[in-house]
């Protein structure tokens, strides 16, 4: 994601450019990239890269990837995935009968 000159309240990705624009909360998972922009709070894990130029992050919450998964996914109003079944799904048979033919 990337932001030149604007104001976003809420970003979630995986790279975050802020050249001259603010976000008001970020959740980054490998970089963030600030030049002259603005970041107020920014949740990362310890492994995001931040390269600050002119630009500052007021406050940075390092999470768990468990941590920040889930919090993007409430940022998101995104459900988490459900687990899969231990043995594939099989199929079901069934005998159908056309018992009356409609014709209009």
């Given at each position: 994601?990337?932001?030149?000159m604007s104001f976003t309240e809420?970003?979630?990705c995986r790279k975050l450019e802020v050249t001259m624009g603010r976000v008001s909360?970020?959740?980054?998972?490998?970089?963030?990239?600030?030049?002259?922009?603005?970041?107020?709070?920014?949740?990362?894990?310890?492994?995001?890269t931040q390269d600050i130029g002119l630009?500052?992050?007021?406050?940075?919450?390092?999470?768990s990837q468990?941590?920040?998964v889930r919090?993007?996914?409430?940022?998101?109003?995104?459900?988490?995935?459900q687990p899969s079944p231990s043995a594939p799904l099989e199929p079901i048979?069934?005998?159908?009968?056309?018992?009356e033919d409609i014709k209009p």
């Amino acid at each position: 994601v990337s932001t030149l000159m604007s104001f976003t309240e809420v970003a979630v990705c995986r790279k975050l450019e802020v050249t001259m624009g603010r976000v008001s909360e970020a959740i980054v998972f490998e970089k963030v990239d600030v030049t002259m922009g603005y970041i107020k709070d920014l949740h990362c894990l310890s492994t995001t890269t931040q390269d600050i130029g002119l630009g500052s992050i007021e406050n940075v919450h390092i999470h768990s990837q468990e941590e920040l998964v889930r919090m993007a996914l409430e940022k998101l109003d995104m459900n988490p995935p459900q687990p899969s079944p231990s043995a594939p799904l099989e199929p079901i048979h069934v005998n159908a009968v056309v018992v009356e033919d409609i014709k209009p």
